[in-house]
C-alpha cells in the first residue's frame, strides 16, 4: 500500500518537513518519486524503519548515530541495554542540574543576605584521569613556601628536559595536609604528561614521582585570578561552600595553574589564573 507523503507523515507521526529531511541525508528515502512531478510516496512496510529511527532519536542519539544504528537488527536484549544506558545518563543528568539548582539557590540567598555578588562562582564537576609527574617535600615553614616550590618547580623541569618529556597540561600543586598548618606542609608539586610518557621515567634512578591520578565524578572547583598572595581567600571560600553544602572533603586540595609556570625565570607570577579544586562526596 503506497501513501501520498502528507497520509504517510500522519501515519507516522512524522511531519513532512523531517521526512524530506530524513531523505536529503540518506537516512530514510521514500519508496516511489515520481520523476516529473517529484511527488514523493511512501510504502506502509516502511513504517517499522520509521519507527526504528525515532525509538533511537528519543533515546538521545544524534542522526548521525541512528544512521549506523538503524540497519542493525536491534534485539530486545539490546534495545534495553540502549534504554538502560540512556536511563543511566539521564539520572546522572538530573544529579547534576539538582547540583546546580542548589548552587543558585544558596548564591541568590547570599546575595539576599549580603546584598552583593559573591566574589567566586564555586561548582562542581567530573574529571578525566591523566598522567602526572612530580616532586614532593615538606616545607617546614609557610613562609618558605614560594623557595621550596621554585627550588621543586625547577628539578622538575630540569629533569623531564634531560627525559625528553613534554608537559600537555597544567602545572598543578597538590596539598596533602588533613588539617591547617602553617608548619611541617606536605606539598607535591608536578604537572600533567601522556599516560604513555610515564614508562620513560625509572622509578628508582629519577629525583621525580608519577602516578595515574583517577578520574572523579565530583570536584568542587573555583577560578581564581589576583595576586598570588592573595590566593588563600579563594582556598578559604571552596572549604566554606564544601561544608555549607553537605559535602565531605574526599582527597587533597590541588591548584591548577592555567596561566603557565607559576614559577619561571626566578620569578613568580604576581596574577596568575589558578583553578582550585577539592575531591568531595556526599
Not at 513504517?47 to 533515546?59: A, G, Q, S, V, Y
Not at 609556570?261 to 589558578?274: A, C, E, R
Amino acid at each position: 500500500m503506497m501513501l501520498k507523503i502528507g497520509d504517510f507523515s500522519k501515519v507516522g507521526k512524522v511531519s513532512i518537513r523531517m521526512l524530506r529531511h530524513y531523505d536529503q541525508i540518506g537516512i530514510f528515502k521514500p519508496a516511489y518519486i515520481d520523476n516529473q512531478t517529484g511527488y514523493r510516496s511512501y510504502s506502509i512496510d516502511q513504517l517499522p524503519r520509521l519507527n526504528r529511527i525515532k525509538f533511537l532519536k528519543d533515546l538521545g542519539f544524534s542522526l548521525q548515530e541512528v544512521m549506523e544504528l538503524v540497519d542493525e537488527q536491534l534485539s530486545i536484549d539490546e534495545m534495553k541495554r540502549l534504554l538502560q544506558k540512556k536511563q543511566f545518563d539521564l539520572e546522572n543528568e538530573i544529579s547534576m542540574a539538582q547540583i546546580n539548582l542548589k548552587t543558585i539557590m544558596d548564591r541568590l540567598k547570599l546575595i539576599e543576605n549580603e546584598g552583593n555578588i559573591p566574589k567566586f562562582d564555586i561548582s562542581i564537576k567530573a574529571t578525566d584521569s591523566y598522567g602526572y609527574v612530580s616532586q614532593r617535600k615538606i616545607v617546614p615553614y609557610v613562609n618558605q613556601m614560594s623557595v621550596f616550590c621554585y627550588d621543586m618547580c625547577t628539578s622538575l623541569y630540569r629533569e623531564l628536559d634531560v627525559l625528553g618529556i613534554t608537559a600537555i597540561g597544567p602545572e598543578t600543586t597538590y596539598y596533602h595536609n588533613d588539617d591547617y598548618s602553617e608548619i611541617d606542609l606536605d606539598v607535591e608539586v608536578g604537572t600533567v604528561i601522556e599516560f604513555a610518557a610515564l614508562q620513560k621515567i625509572p622509578e628508582q634512578e629519577s629525583l621525580l614521582q608519577t602516578r595515574i591520578v583517577p578520574a572523579e565524578e565530583h570536584v568542587a572547583f573555583l577560578m581564581y585570578s589576583g595576586p598570588i598572595e592573595e590566593v588563600e581567600q579563594g582556598v578559604i571560600e571552596l572549604l566554606k561552600w564544601v561544608g555549607l553544602n553537605g559535602w565531605q572533603i574526599k582527597g587533597p586540595m590541588r591548584e591548577l595553574h592555567l596561566s603557565g609556570p607559576i614559577h619561571s625565570k626566578g620569578l613568580v607570577d604576581p596574577n596568575p589564573i589558578i583553578e582550585l579544586q577539592l575531591p568531595v562526596e556526599k
